[in-house]
């Protein structure tokens, strides 16, 4: 069994920052994709950055060059760092793994999430 344990969430202004981190425990391949995904209250949960087990990274196009994925493998762990920050970024941040796969192409163990808030 995998657990993700999430941290890092807050409330901060706009156009701060904050760093997101989800560390992975349990028997799970190495080759892994991770990411995170975010979820508004009324909305769907949606992708926002995923790194796969060669390290290629993707984001949704609302976060590009605000926000950039990163993982330690040594550590099981992946990060979300995020500037430049908009209240629309609010929503509970979940982190994803995918086992066995090059690309976050499905979920399977999402974390418990934590709550991003961006207000003045």
């Known amino acids: 069994q995998v657990q993700l344990v999430e941290s890092g969430g807050d409330l901060v202004q706009p156009g701060g920052s904050l760093r997101l981190s989800c560390a992975a425990s349990?028997?799970?391949?190495?080759?892994?994709?991770m990411g995170w995904y975010r979820q508004a209250p009324g909305k769907q949960r949606e992708l926002v950055a995923a790194v796969g087990s060669d390290d290629i990274t993707n984001y949704a196009e609302s976060v590009k060059g605000r926000f950039t994925i990163s993982r330690n493998n040594a550590k099981n762990t992946v990060y979300l760092q995020m500037i430049s920050l908009k209240p629309e970024d609010t929503a509970v941040y979940y982190c994803a793994l995918r086992e066995g796969s090059y690309r976050l192409d499905g979920v399977d163990y999402w974390g418990q999430g934590t709550q991003v808030t961006v207000s003045a």
């Open positions: 349990g028997t799970f391949s190495r080759m892994s994709a």
